[in-house]
């Protein structure tokens, strides 16, 4: 039912199954070719039998800039995951799980240390998810998101920032116990 | 701040304070006074450059023209100027760019000139940036040589696939001479074979060698073979030890082996796809790769397919199955997704086998091998939202009896004892899907012959089903299912356990027994596929009652689902084709058709809307706004978004790709679709159009010889066609999708338009001779109107054009046609009262009329529906109503109309104009004829359009809509199709059900006409 391979720009005009689902987000062309210009082995899909996209991920790889490397919040060579989805017809087939691990493969393939992501606190299955996949909370980004999925009362909400260390961290020096304690800004994200 | 990007740059750092700060501030006339005196003090040429920049940041031409000499003068003298000088001219010349100054002519080579010189220098990498975002190949191509011998053995190997790239794309673009173009594909080609020997010789490849090294290197060599090299020669590389497939998936690299499958597929290389899948999947056995990760069920698809089509298929399939079974073996480490896959490569692999080895003894036919696979497939995945795609087309190939088997056999035995009502649910909508796929399928009908005992059979065949005389789809079999689908639907809808029992399922199968009933009526009213060679007015190809049923029982299901896109986007059509534009436009809203699918996803939607609903446009928001500033930001510059990315990345294939992708944008059926539905929108209330079409930016590179492509994304409706039939969405359509011929013949009426509507610019004051402007004028409008007249033509005879447009639309563009060349002719006949005029005019206007005519008699402004043999029951007299789908034609006529009247107009006004005498008396009297013509053809649209909105306005209406679903209530009922009224009746709730829904359609309909009622009829 399903085909794993790497994006092509004429997936765009095959998106629907996944993008007219309101849980996911449309961006504009530029930043869906800005991945695949400069990361196209970590920008994966998922395609049904007729060559609809059923599910993908979008991801990067990258350092702080120089100039934070004596920051605390300095991140070191790292593989980011900035969306990833599955259309409802595909979901529970574990395709979210494997195009994760496409791209760990691909992270560790470039030496990153980590991967790492952001999702909202109020989303739990997303967070049991990613820790069963070997994800832990690194920090806490205090009103990371300008507003609240589930409380409209509220202005804003705090992600997660969890991480998976690659096998070049062999210490696991880049990821800690307690994440859920240490509290960040936004602005110490970069 | 980078050249490239167009801020204002630094003047170089040698120069003065003041001037600089002169600059930065835009103090133009203080920057000339200044740069004049330095330029003269110091004889340094940057300073005159400064100055001619700076002159043309003020108003007047002549200080522009200045600016476009000194660039001109450099091109011309053979002399490498100074970066900051190409930089300086460069932002001076933004707003020329394109139209007085072609930076592949100017910027570029003076660029490639520099960077030429200055190799080494970090500068001459801006350079290749520039002319890459201003899309210059050749300049870029130059430079990237120039680079490569620079760079030539250092680490950093972008420099010499840069240039590699940069060929290939030169050698694959318009930009490139047809006398260069073999040039630049053998050297892409050989530059890339002189690498790949390298790596295939070297015992190890170093960083600074010019070899093949990474994935995207390789892959950027088989990608130039494919287009530039032979079939032998990828061949054979394909097999090489280091460079071949196999070795690269032994590297984790999986692109090559799915791009050169599609390659051999299109050679027909049946053996080499066989043995490259089979060595592929034995990988994973072997642990040369992770063991699932080449289990894609294209994979398998292929590997079985070319099994069944080598020399010794029997055998081939047998290796297929043996490998099958070994990964079947070790099935429980894979994931859901990969044991689904090799569930559905059984599947694929029983039906590739021939059926003497399924069943040699041809015993008990029905239970086959292949029933039972779909079988055992089905009881694992029955309850999966796809199950029913992931087998629908094997069920469509079954022979009858393995049909019957299946439904009546195994299907029942699927849930086991202890399944529940939920269970069991879903398993009986997966049913009624099945059963409805079937009646598309030829097998469940048997010939039969033309008279039986001694009556003549209007079918011509016998349902093989249920044994009555049939066509297909057989109406008593669907009808049968809409009743036993509306008693499941009951049933669930009374049962608080099932209720509670839906959120846990991966469908509410309400849904789909919803979608199965909506278009069995659909059917059974009788809706044909909106071809061109589909009768124009719905009504008379529909049955109302049954039409008007699948609609409001698909829109109750929406209240239920809201959330299901499908279910959406089906009643967006249907809407659509009921004359409910503005309906359609709320529940289109909600999908939030934004940014990148815009452009697959809005002909769903906004094809030929202005046609159907001009009054849309009329919001507080322009209805197409979003579309076109997509275009317009998305394609802005001249290069593919992200390109200079790609580059530094060194990702070689996607630069290939964004380009292709980029291309196909920029010719975008969609794109064409846009601007020309928001000119007729704009046209219908009089607006100003901002530019001609051929002006716009977005048509910039669109001439007749352009291949215009549609990208409509249809993935996202539900279809439970088989593909003995056309798709759901072709029902449902207004008329033939978007297409390369219907796109152009838009873009050249337009054009057309545009000629008639030109008026020169007020501020602009014609030299003294005025004779000689009207002279150049005429001779303009004479060469366009043959262009066109030509055009036209030839779009209009290509083979495929007939059933590209609707009948509407084919009367309309001939008649434009036509209006073109009779135009010509009046207008090239010269005034001579002795010459008769020639025959060709009369025979084009008499054309025109015939033609004309032949429009509004095939489609009548106020159809009357009449009853057809074998339809139950036709619109009743309110006939208004049957006018609203029909919206789209009467646009048509109108349009016609009003071009007639324009064109005739447009001769009789430069006649009045032509103080010297005018035009032949003989034209001006066919003209006046045409004149009067369209002008009562609009008259005749505008007494329609206070027809239907006067009918409309009157009261009732809702429960003459109800009569309409439902039969009046006093009419008697009559069996068995009262039995589908019944239980499409008891689905809804009834009339007191329906009524809101009832208010709503007419409400819109309402809302319609009344943007009709102020379209301008003039």
């Given at each position: 039912?399903?085909?794993?391979?790497?994006?092509?720009?004429?997936?765009?005009?095959?998106?629907?199954?996944?993008?007219?689902?309101?849980?996911?987000?449309?961006?504009?062309?530029?930043?869906?070719?800005?991945?695949?210009?400069?990361?196209?082995?970590?920008?994966?899909?998922?395609?049904?039998?007729?060559?609809?996209?059923?599910?993908?991920?979008?991801?990067?790889?990258?350092?702080?800039?120089?100039?934070?490397?004596?920051?605390?919040?300095?991140?070191?060579?790292?593989?980011?995951?900035?969306?990833?989805?599955?259309?409802?017809?595909?979901?529970?087939?574990?395709?979210?799980?494997?195009?994760?691990?496409?791209?760990?493969?691909?992270?560790?393939?470039?030496?990153?240390?980590?991967?790492?992501?952001?999702?909202?606190?109020?989303?739990?299955?997303?967070?049991?998810?990613?820790?069963?996949?070997?994800?832990?909370?690194?920090?806490?980004?205090?009103?990371?998101?300008?507003?609240?999925?589930?409380?409209?009362?509220?202005?804003?909400?705090?992600?997660?920032?969890?991480?998976?260390?690659?096998?070049?961290?062999?210490?696991?020096?880049?990821?800690?116990?307690?994440?859920?304690?240490?509290?960040?800004?936004?602005?110490?994200?970069? | 701040?980078?050249?490239?990007?167009?801020?204002?740059?630094?003047?170089?750092?040698?120069?003065?304070?003041?001037?600089?700060?002169?600059?930065?501030?835009?103090?133009?006339?203080?920057?000339?006074?200044?740069?004049?005196?330095?330029?003269?003090?110091?004889?340094?040429?940057?300073?005159?450059?400064?100055?001619?920049?700076?002159?043309?940041?003020?108003?007047?031409?002549?200080?522009?023209?200045?600016?476009?000499?000194?660039?001109?003068?450099?091109?011309?003298?053979?002399?490498?100027?100074?970066?900051?000088?190409?930089?300086?001219?460069?932002?001076?010349?933004?707003?020329?760019?394109?139209?007085?100054?072609?930076?592949?002519?100017?910027?570029?080579?003076?660029?490639?000139?520099?960077?030429?010189a200055y190799p080494g220098s970090s500068l001459a990498l801006q350079c290749l940036q520039a002319c890459l975002e201003n899309w210059d190949l050749v300049s870029a191509q130059q430079i990237s040589t120039s680079l490569d011998k620079t760079y030539a053995n250092t680490a950093d190997r972008r420099y010499m696939f840069w240039n590699i790239t940069l060929t290939f794309l030169l050698s694959i673009s318009p930009q490139c001479t047809n006398a260069s173009r073999k040039v630049y594909s053998m050297l892409a080609v050989r530059q890339l074979e002189r690498a790949a020997d390298l790596t295939e010789n070297a015992a190890k490849l170093e960083s600074t060698d010019r070899g093949l090294l990474t994935e995207e290197e390789i892959c950027l060599y088989y990608r130039v073979?494919?287009?530039?090299?032979?079939?032998?020669?990828?061949?054979?590389?394909?097999?090489?030890?280091?460079?071949?497939?196999?070795?690269?998936?032994?590297?984790?690299?999986?692109?090559?082996?799915?791009?050169?499958?599609?390659?051999?597929?299109?050679?027909?290389?049946?053996?080499?796809?066989?043995?490259?899948?089979?060595?592929?999947?034995?990988?994973?056995?072997?642990?040369?790769?992770?063991?699932?990760?080449?289990?894609?069920?294209?994979?398998?698809?292929?590997?079985?397919?070319?099994?069944?089509?080598?020399?010794?298929?029997?055998?081939?399939?047998?290796?297929?199955?043996?490998?099958?079974?070994?990964?079947?073996?070790?099935?429980?480490?894979?994931?859901?997704?990969?044991?689904?896959?090799?569930?559905?490569?059984?599947?694929?692999?029983?039906?590739?086998?021939?059926?003497?080895?399924?069943?040699?003894?041809?015993?008990?036919?029905?239970?086959?091998?292949?029933?039972?696979?779909?079988?055992?497939?089905?009881?694992?995945?029955?309850?999966?939202?796809?199950?029913?795609?992931?087998?629908?087309?094997?069920?469509?190939?079954?022979?009858?009896?393995?049909?019957?088997?299946?439904?009546?056999?195994?299907?029942?035995?699927?849930?086991?004892?202890?399944?529940?009502?939920?269970?069991?649910?879903?398993?009986?909508?997966?049913?009624?899907?099945?059963?409805?796929?079937?009646?598309?399928?030829?097998?469940?009908?048997?010939?039969?012959?033309?008279?039986?005992?001694?009556?003549?059979?209007?079918?011509?065949?016998?349902?093989?089903?249920?044994?009555?005389?049939?066509?297909?789809?057989?109406?008593?079999?669907?009808?049968?299912?809409?009743?036993?689908?509306?008693?499941?639907?009951?049933?669930?809808?009374?049962?608080?356990?099932?209720?509670?029992?839906?959120?846990?399922?991966?469908?509410?199968?309400?849904?789909?027994?919803?979608?199965?009933?909506?278009?069995?009526?659909?059917?059974?009213?009788?809706?044909?596929?909106?071809?061109?060679?589909?009768?124009?007015?719905?009504?008379?190809?529909?049955?109302?009652?049954?039409?008007?049923?699948?609609?409001?029982?698909?829109?109750?299901?929406?209240?239920?689902?809201?959330?299901?896109?499908?279910?959406?986007?089906?009643?967006?059509?249907?809407?659509?084709?009921?004359?409910?534009?503005?309906?359609?436009?709320?529940?289109?809203?909600?999908?939030?058709?934004?940014?990148?699918?815009?452009?697959?996803?809005?002909?769903?939607?906004?094809?030929?809307?202005?046609?159907?609903?001009?009054?849309?446009?009329?919001?507080?928001?322009?209805?197409?706004?979003?579309?076109?500033?997509?275009?317009?930001?998305?394609?802005?510059?001249?290069?593919?978004?992200?390109?200079?990315?790609?580059?530094?990345?060194?990702?070689?294939?996607?630069?290939?790709?964004?380009?292709?992708?980029?291309?196909?944008?920029?010719?975008?059926?969609?794109?064409?679709?846009?601007?020309?539905?928001?000119?007729?929108?704009?046209?219908?209330?009089?607006?100003?159009?901002?530019?001609?079409?051929?002006?716009?930016?977005?048509?910039?590179?669109?001439?007749?010889?352009?291949?215009?492509?549609?990208?409509?994304?249809?993935?996202?409706?539900?279809?439970?066609?088989?593909?003995?039939?056309?798709?759901?969405?072709?029902?449902?359509?207004?008329?033939?999708?978007?297409?390369?011929?219907?796109?152009?013949?838009?873009?050249?009426?337009?054009?057309?338009?545009?000629?008639?509507?030109?008026?020169?610019?007020?501020?602009?004051?014609?030299?003294?001779?005025?004779?000689?402007?009207?002279?150049?004028?005429?001779?303009?409008?004479?060469?366009?109107?043959?262009?066109?007249?030509?055009?036209?033509?030839?779009?209009?005879?290509?083979?495929?054009?007939?059933?590209?447009?609707?009948?509407?639309?084919?009367?309309?563009?001939?008649?434009?046609?036509?209006?073109?060349?009779?135009?010509?002719?009046?207008?090239?006949?010269?005034?001579?009262?002795?010459?008769?005029?020639?025959?060709?005019?009369?025979?084009?206007?008499?054309?025109?009329?015939?033609?004309?005519?032949?429009?509004?008699?095939?489609?009548?402004?106020?159809?009357?529906?009449?009853?057809?043999?074998?339809?139950?029951?036709?619109?009743?007299?309110?006939?208004?109503?049957?006018?609203?789908?029909?919206?789209?034609?009467?646009?048509?006529?109108?349009?016609?109309?009003?071009?007639?009247?324009?064109?005739?107009?447009?001769?009789?006004?430069?006649?009045?104009?032509?103080?010297?005498?005018?035009?032949?008396?003989?034209?001006?009297?066919?003209?006046?004829?045409?004149?009067?013509?369209?002008?009562?053809?609009?008259?005749?649209?505008?007494?329609?359009?206070?027809?239907?909105?006067?009918?409309?306005?009157?009261?009732?209406?809702?429960?003459?809509?109800?009569?309409?679903?439902?039969?009046?209530?006093?009419?008697?009922?009559?069996?068995?199709?009262?039995?589908?009224?019944?239980?499409?009746?008891?689905?809804?709730?009834?009339?007191?059900?329906?009524?809101?829904?009832?208010?709503?359609?007419?409400?819109?309909?309402?809302?319609?006409?009344?943007?009709?009622?102020?379209?301008?009829?003039?």
């Amino acid at each position: 039912m399903a085909n794993f391979r790497r994006f092509r720009p004429d997936d765009l005009n095959k998106l629907s199954k996944c993008n007219l689902d309101p849980f996911t987000e449309t961006y504009e062309l530029s930043f869906y070719l800005q991945y695949y210009a400069k990361w196209p082995s970590l920008f994966q899909v998922a395609e049904d039998q007729h060559g609809n996209i059923i599910g993908y991920i979008m991801g990067k790889l990258e350092s702080s800039p120089d100039v934070y490397r004596f920051s605390e919040h300095y991140l070191p060579w790292h593989a980011h995951i900035t969306a990833v989805t599955v259309a409802p017809e595909a979901r529970r087939l574990g395709i979210g799980k494997l195009l994760t691990e496409q791209l760990e493969v691909a992270a560790d393939a470039n030496d990153a240390w980590f991967v790492d992501l952001f999702v909202r606190v109020s989303n739990h299955k997303a967070i049991t998810f990613y820790k069963n996949m070997g994800y832990s909370v690194f920090r806490v980004v205090k009103d990371y998101y300008g507003e609240h999925s589930t409380d409209p009362t509220l202005l804003s909400e705090d992600a997660y920032d969890m991480r998976k260390p690659m096998k070049r961290d062999v210490k696991k020096e880049h990821v800690r116990e307690d994440g859920e304690k240490h509290e960040v800004d936004p602005s110490d994200v970069w | 701040m980078s050249p490239y990007s167009y801020g204002r740059p630094a003047l170089k750092g040698s120069v003065d304070v003041q001037l600089q700060t002169a600059f930065s501030d835009g103090n133009w006339q203080t920057v000339v006074r200044l740069a004049a005196k330095r330029a003269a003090t110091l004889k340094d040429p940057y300073y005159e450059a400064v100055k001619i920049c700076a002159e043309s940041q003020l108003d007047g031409t002549a200080k522009k023209c200045g600016l476009l000499v000194a660039v001109d003068e450099l091109i011309k003298n053979k002399k490498t100027p100074d970066i900051d000088t190409i930089e300086l001219y460069e932002w001076a010349c933004r707003d020329f760019l394109g139209y007085e100054v072609e930076y592949a002519d100017t910027l570029g080579p003076l660029r490639a000139r520099w960077a030429k010189a200055y190799p080494g220098s970090s500068l001459a990498l801006q350079c290749l940036q520039a002319c890459l975002e201003n899309w210059d190949l050749v300049s870029a191509q130059q430079i990237s040589t120039s680079l490569d011998k620079t760079y030539a053995n250092t680490a950093d190997r972008r420099y010499m696939f840069w240039n590699i790239t940069l060929t290939f794309l030169l050698s694959i673009s318009p930009q490139c001479t047809n006398a260069s173009r073999k040039v630049y594909s053998m050297l892409a080609v050989r530059q890339l074979e002189r690498a790949a020997d390298l790596t295939e010789n070297a015992a190890k490849l170093e960083s600074t060698d010019r070899g093949l090294l990474t994935e995207e290197e390789i892959c950027l060599y088989y990608r130039v073979l494919l287009s530039h090299g032979t079939k032998e020669e990828f061949i054979s590389r394909l097999k090489s030890p280091k460079l071949g497939a196999t070795s690269q998936l032994k590297a984790g690299r999986k692109v090559l082996l799915c791009e050169s499958l599609d390659a051999l597929q299109t050679w027909g290389e049946w053996d080499l796809i066989y043995n490259l899948c089979r060595e592929a999947l034995t990988l994973g056995l072997e642990g040369a790769t992770t063991p699932f990760f080449l289990c894609d069920l294209q994979l398998w698809r292929k590997f079985a397919s070319a099994a069944s089509k080598v020399t010794d298929s029997e055998s081939a399939l047998g290796e297929v199955q043996a490998l099958l079974k070994r990964y079947i073996d070790i099935k429980d480490k894979a994931s859901e997704m990969y044991k689904k896959n090799l569930s559905l490569a059984l599947l694929e692999t029983t039906f590739r086998l021939p059926a003497a080895t399924l069943n040699p003894n041809h015993d008990n036919a029905g239970l086959s091998p292949r029933v039972v696979q779909i079988g055992l497939f089905l009881d694992q995945y029955f309850e999966r939202l796809s199950a029913f795609d992931d087998v629908k087309s094997y069920v469509a190939e079954l022979g009858f009896e393995e049909v019957k088997t299946l439904m009546e056999t195994v299907l029942p035995k699927i849930p086991d004892e202890n399944a529940d009502k939920g269970r069991q649910t879903v398993l009986k909508a997966l049913e009624c899907k099945l059963r409805y796929l079937l009646s598309t399928c030829p097998q469940t009908l048997s010939p039969q012959p033309s008279v039986v005992d001694g009556q003549i059979q209007d079918k011509a065949f016998q349902c093989r089903l249920c044994n009555n005389p049939a066509s297909l789809p057989c109406e008593t079999c669907l009808k049968k299912l809409v009743v036993d689908a509306a008693n499941t639907y009951r049933q669930i809808a009374g049962d608080k356990e099932l209720l509670g029992s839906i959120p846990r399922m991966d469908k509410d199968p309400r849904l789909d027994l919803a979608l199965v009933m909506g278009t069995s009526l659909l059917k059974l009213s009788g809706l044909r596929p909106r071809s061109s060679e589909a009768s124009q007015s719905l009504w008379q190809d529909v049955e109302p009652g049954l039409f008007l049923q699948a609609v409001l029982l698909l829109d109750t299901q929406l209240k239920e689902t809201p959330g299901d896109t499908e279910l959406r986007l089906l009643l967006v059509q249907l809407y659509l084709l009921l004359g409910c534009a503005s309906y359609a436009h709320q529940l289109w809203t909600p999908l939030d058709v934004k940014r990148t699918i815009q452009d697959s996803l809005s002909p769903l939607f906004f094809d030929r809307i202005s046609t159907l609903s001009p009054g849309l446009f009329q919001g507080t928001r322009p209805l197409m706004e979003p579309l076109r500033s997509f275009y317009s930001h998305t394609l802005s510059d001249k290069s593919p978004v992200r390109i200079w990315d790609a580059f530094s990345a060194g990702s070689y294939t996607s630069i290939l790709d964004m380009t292709e992708f980029d291309g196909k944008l920029r010719r975008s059926c969609t794109l064409m679709m846009t601007l020309v539905e928001e000119r007729r929108a704009i046209r219908c209330y009089g607006g100003k159009i901002d530019c001609e079409i051929e002006d716009h930016p977005l048509t910039e590179n669109i001439n007749d010889e352009t291949t215009l492509v549609d990208k409509t994304d249809y993935g996202p409706f539900p279809n439970l066609e088989s593909l003995h039939g056309p798709p759901i969405h072709e029902y449902l359509r207004l008329g033939p999708g978007l297409s390369n011929e219907r796109s152009h013949l838009a873009f050249l009426s337009e054009q057309y338009l545009d000629l008639l509507a030109y008026k020169p610019p007020k501020d602009y004051k014609p030299s003294r001779n005025t004779n000689d402007v009207a002279l150049r004028d005429r001779e303009y409008t004479l060469e366009t109107l043959s262009r066109l007249s030509n055009s036209l033509t030839d779009f209009l005879h290509h083979p495929s054009t007939p059933s590209r447009l609707t009948a509407g639309e084919t009367s309309y563009y001939t008649i434009l046609s036509l209006l073109a060349a009779a135009l010509l002719v009046a207008l090239s006949t010269p005034r001579s009262s002795s010459d008769p005029v020639p025959q060709t005019l009369s025979s084009l206007t008499q054309s025109i009329k015939s033609a004309f005519a032949s429009l509004q008699t095939t489609t009548p402004l106020i159809p009357t529906p009449q009853k057809e043999e074998g339809k139950k029951k036709p619109l009743p007299e309110a006939s208004c109503i049957a006018t609203l789908p029909e919206m789209p034609t009467l646009a048509c006529i109108r349009a016609t109309a009003l071009a007639i009247r324009h064109s005739a107009g447009f001769v009789l006004a430069l006649d009045e104009q032509d103080r010297k005498g005018g035009l032949h008396r003989d034209v001006l009297a066919q003209m006046k004829v045409l004149h009067e013509l369209g002008g009562k053809g609009v008259g005749e649209v505008k007494a329609a359009v206070q027809t239907v909105k006067a009918g409309l306005g009157e009261a009732g209406w809702l429960d003459r809509v109800l009569d309409l679903v439902f039969g009046e209530e006093e009419e008697e009922e009559t069996e068995e199709g009262d039995e589908v009224t019944r239980a499409v009746e008891e689905v809804v709730g009834g009339r007191a059900g329906a009524e809101e829904w009832a208010g709503r359609v007419v409400e819109s309909w309402r809302e319609g006409v009344k943007g009709w009622g102020m379209v301008r009829m003039e």
